[in-house]
């Protein structure tokens, strides 16, 4: 039999009994308030209200950005620069002097052509009065009036090439090629400058014969500039052209962006988002769908703001978003990010 050590008296068995009993009435109080306090708890989500949007498949196509309004500046008279005051980067007005040959030459002539005009005119002016009186034979006077009207026209001429010495800018734009100096001999027809407008940047893409006949002119597109970042541009398609290439099946499409950038400059790349087949649609983020075993689902909150599972099913995938064709309607709230450790019937607080 054993005997209870004699340093525990009667009035410590009964202190260490109540302690025991305070102790286990303590646990199950925390174990309780713990469980009551994770009943109350919610998860935080993202949500998104369910609503329809005109959206459509997009198809992606580079190209790269160039000037609808392009000349290059040929010299119809030969002779030597003496001006050519601008450089590439540089802005010209419409009408503006751009280049200067030397006229010299052309002066010298045309003052020759001028006095033959003159003494022509008072050839003819002295054959009618001798015609007057019979002095002149017809075949004279016709020969004079002949005569004065090849100076005229001698002068015009020289007149029209002295013109050709000044060339000047045929709309207002900027310089982006500069080929010859002051001082160089040009022969007729050099190529002297480049002149664009780069107000009339367009985008040239190549589109399928698939695609073209869902596209149309003034349809709405979203250009990216790689040059200018990430930044979506709107633009629309300005002209689509007639004839595909008989190797390829590839048509030809113009862009233009509306308005055009700042930073927008000839040659850069550009990649042009269409969107064809444009309908109102049920669409939500693509990270928002759920997959398992069961199938596809998305968690909708219900009138207790608790996230429930719900079947749905999918359809054509569009950018960043997908299709939904049922199991969704329009002002459903479906949960878009904090999924994780999210369980149907949880009790959640949308955080946007």
């Not at 989500?45 to 000037?67: D, F, Q, S, Y």
């Not at 970042?229 to 595909?244: A, M, V």
């Amino acid at each position: 039999m054993r005997t209870i050590p004699h340093y525990l008296s009667a009035p410590g068995i009964a202190l260490l009994s109540i302690l025991l009993v305070g102790c286990s009435q303590s646990s199950t109080e925390s174990a309780h308030g713990k469980q009551v306090k994770d009943e109350d708890k919610t998860h935080l989500v993202a949500i998104e209200v369910v609503e329809l949007r005109a959206l459509g498949p997009v198809h992606e196509r580079n190209g790269t950005l160039k000037p609808r309004q392009t000349v290059r500046i040929f010299n119809q008279e030969e002779g030597r620069i003496t001006k050519l005051p601008f450089f590439e980067g540089d802005s010209v007005a419409g009408g503006e002097t751009i280049v200067t040959l030397d006229e010299e030459l052309l002066n010298s002539e045309l003052e020759k052509a001028v006095a033959t005009a003159k003494q022509m005119r008072l050839n003819l002016k002295r054959q009618e009065e001798l015609a007057k009186r019979l002095a002149v034979s017809q075949d004279e006077l016709a020969q004079a009036q002949t005569d004065l009207s090849v100076a005229e026209a001698e002068k015009r001429v020289l007149q029209t090439r002295l013109g050709y010495t000044r060339i000047s800018a045929p709309f207002a734009g900027v310089v982006s090629k500069r080929l010859v100096e002051p001082g160089d001999v040009v022969p007729r027809h050099t190529h002297l400058m480049t002149i664009i407008n780069p107000e009339s940047l367009i985008i040239r893409i190549l589109v399928s014969d698939l695609l073209l006949p869902q596209l149309n002119s003034d349809d709405p597109v979203t250009v990216r500039i790689d040059g200018l970042g990430e930044q979506p541009f709107s633009g629309r398609i300005h002209r689509i052209y007639p004839e595909l290439d008989e190797k390829t099946r590839m048509g030809t499409i113009e862009v233009v962006l509306e308005p055009i950038p700042n930073g927008a400059r000839s040659g850069q790349l550009c990649r042009v988002m269409l969107q064809t087949a444009t309908r109102d649609r049920i669409t939500v983020p693509f990270n928002a769908l759920q997959r398992d075993t069961e199938g596809e689902f998305v968690f909708r909150l219900d009138e207790r703001q608790q996230a429930q599972r719900a079947l749905i099913k999918s359809g054509m995938r569009i950018a960043d978003r997908i299709e939904i064709v049922q199991g969704l309607e329009t002002g459903d709230r479906i949960v878009t990010k904090g999924f994780l450790e999210l369980e149907p019937g949880m009790k959640v607080e949308p955080v946007n």
